[in-house]
């Protein structure tokens, strides 16, 4: 990864919330739909192609995540910067967090921290698949430090750290990505624990996150939702918190013949204390527009700014900022970025197969 790291950086923070409604408005019966019709007519042609190429093998489930794919309907940035715009509430909301006491109310605070960050992830374009050994390091303004890595190339899996500078917590995790085609329907999955550690020795853990759904891939309106459950469990203070997203989520048959009683981008949900099931605090809310517990309102996204996370100004060489194809691609040099892009992933492809071997002549395993 070679080549002077861009001047131009990526919208961030309330910059990047006011792209993200300027590319999407909420639908009428919930998530974002998507207004950008030349970047949607860009993407339905990539997809029709594929689907030409490889239908049979998306039928049977292949994974979308390994499917190369061309560089004009990409964002120039990598997955892995994408990813980190999650955390933009981490200097507000997990500052809250670590400073109480009652593991209740630490508890809600965790969660508000990761339902305002979700719709800044919700930019139409396609961010560039990260290779192996790739790293993005950004701060925010308070000096809370954030650093990225991709650390398996199939399966991908990115793994990740934030970090204040008081240390009060300590955001840790991975996450392996897959992505299934199912008709006019792309699913996309994050597995792999996250953890969040406190001074006091506390600890949070989420298994995994709920589904990041696409519907409309290739006919009628395109809408980014979220599907699924969710839980927070904190096992030093018998706690678990479970939430639900899109809670009617119903059949696509029945979706003709009933009006939800819910927008699709509800969440509802419980804390409870885990060995017993006692509620102990009822959840309400939206990922697109506000969080109650019992009521009372922790977050609203017109009124609570996300942190500005910046790129540091001397990151490591494997910085996903110096990566020839997203820097050509930032020169507005679309063929250019296709052939950098190209030559990248035949190099990656080659190490992949050297690793391969290097592991069948020392008789181990193959993890990938």
């Given at each position: 990864m070679e080549g002077k790291a861009p001047t131009t950086t990526y919208p961030r923070g309330v910059e990047l919330q006011k792209l993200v409604f300027q590319l999407n408005e909420r639908a009428s019966l919930g998530g974002l739909k998507w207004l950008d019709q030349d970047v949607l007519a860009k993407?339905?042609?990539v997809a029709w192609d594929i689907i030409k190429q490889a239908g049979s093998l998306l039928w049977e489930g292949k994974d979308l995540v390994s499917v190369s794919m061309p560089v004009y309907i990409f964002e120039?940035?990598?997955?892995?910067?994408?990813?980190?715009?999650?955390?933009?509430?981490a200097p507000k909301f997990l500052q809250k967090a670590a400073e109480q006491t009652d593991p209740v109310e630490r508890m809600k605070w965790v969660i508000t921290?990761?339902?305002?960050?979700?719709?800044?992830t919700a930019t139409q374009k396609k961010p560039f698949n990260p290779i192996l050994?790739?790293?993005?390091?950004g701060q925010f303004p308070d000096g809370t430090?954030?650093?990225?890595?991709?650390t398996t190339h199939h399966p991908p899996a990115s793994n990740f750290q934030v970090i204040p500078p008081d240390g009060s917590y300590q955001l840790w995790g991975y996450g392996i990505f897959s992505a299934a085609y199912l008709g006019n329907i792309i699913r996309g999955v994050q597995k792999g624990p996250i953890h969040l550690d406190f001074k006091d020795g506390s600890r949070i853990v989420v298994p995994h996150l709920p589904a990041l759904v696409f519907k409309g891939l290739m006919w009628g309106e395109r809408i980014q939702d979220m599907d699924g459950?969710?839980?927070?469990?904190?096992?030093?203070?018998?706690?678990i918190a479970e939430m639900q997203f899109n809670p009617e989520a119903p059949s696509w048959v029945a979706s003709w013949f009933k009006t939800?009683?819910?927008?699709?981008?509800t969440v509802i949900g419980t804390i409870s204390r885990n060995s017993t099931k006692e509620k102990l605090s009822t959840i309400e809310g939206s990922w697109l527009t506000h969080l109650d517990f019992d009521g009372a309102r922790f977050w609203t996204l017109a009124d609570d700014a996300p942190c500005d996370l910046v790129p540091i100004d001397d990151p490591l060489p494997s910085d996903c900022r110096y990566r020839a194809d997203l820097q050509t691609l930032l020169s507005g040099d679309?063929?250019?970025?296709?052939?950098?892009k190209v030559t990248l992933e035949v190099k990656q492809r080659t190490e992949a197969k050297l690793r391969a071997e290097g592991r069948a002549e020392r008789g181990e395993t193959d993890h990938h």
């Open positions: 993407q339905r042609g120039p940035r990598s997955f892995i910067e994408r990813l980190a715009d999650g955390f933009s509430f921290f990761y339902l305002a960050g979700i719709h800044l050994g790739e790293t993005y390091q430090a954030v650093y990225c890595e991709q459950t969710i839980q927070f469990i904190d096992e030093t203070n018998d706690l939800p009683k819910y927008l699709s981008d679309d063929d250019g970025a296709q052939k950098a």
